[in-house]
């Protein structure tokens, strides 16, 4: 049985790798003229809420990121939006942990990098940050039209701490990232791990927005899953 899920699973990987499909035609397809409520997880800089809002209108916008000099980039651009920003880490728990901050800002994460990619682990400061989950803060009620995870190998446990929203189907898309090397350290959990717990709640790997390669090896790619 668990053969032939696998079986069924790079079959539809190498499917979805095969084909170039364009994101912005894939979101609006699905959510045509829809005005979207999003969660950015992992925000950074917010190049993804830019994306969006140059191609959809935005109802109210949940963002999280745990540098603090990241979230006053983020509120000063979006001031004018219904904005609800927050300072902290997503988890699957409450706890206070240490935070490492990279110089290239996109690469920081809960997790010391590895080797791969030697040029991005110059480190610049360890911090302790606040963790959380999804559930706690967003509560159950909350309908969500996009959600983009983006956590540095955090992401496994980001949706651990949302199974509740998941169950309910209070979020239309989800966008992780998966990766198929490990890029940082103490991080034991699998691409496979990601989408067999979305299988339990009924998510399907629809479609993929960016393949990332070296050595003409996979590392890692960012996909979409739906209902």
Do not use: W
Not at 45 to 55: A, T
Not at 87 to 115: C, D, G, H, M
Request: aromatic share 12%; charged share 30%.
């Amino acid at each position: 049985m668990i053969l032939k899920y696998y079986q069924k699973l790079d079959d539809a990987i190498s499917y979805l790798l095969a084909s170039s499909l364009s994101e912005k035609k894939l979101l609006k397809k699905i959510l045509n003229k829809k005005i979207l409520t999003i969660v950015d997880i992992g925000a950074n800089e917010g190049s993804y809420i830019d994306f969006l809002s140059e191609n959809f209108k935005l109802k109210k916008i949940y963002c999280f990121e745990p540098l603090k000099q990241l979230t006053e980039k983020i509120k000063n651009k979006y001031n004018s939006h219904n904005l609800k920003i927050y300072n902290i880490a997503l988890s699957n728990r409450k706890a206070k942990r240490n935070f490492f901050e990279y110089y290239v800002t996109s690469n920081s994460s809960l997790y010391k990098r590895n080797n791969i990619y030697k040029s991005l682990r110059k480190l610049k400061s360890v911090k302790k940050v606040n963790t959380n989950t999804y559930d706690n803060i967003i509560g159950t009620k909350q309908k969500i039209d996009v959600c983009k995870i983006d956590a540095e190998g955090e992401d496994y446990k980001i949706l651990l701490g949302m199974k509740k929203n998941l169950k309910k189907k209070n979020i239309k898309l989800l966008k992780v990232e998966l990766l198929f090397k490990k890029l940082n350290e103490k991080t034991n959990e699998t691409f496979y791990d990601i989408l067999f717990l979305l299988k339990k709640y009924n998510y399907k790997l629809i479609s993929i927005s960016k393949i990332k390669q070296k050595d003409e090896k996979i590392i890692f790619i960012n996909a979409y899953f739906a209902q």
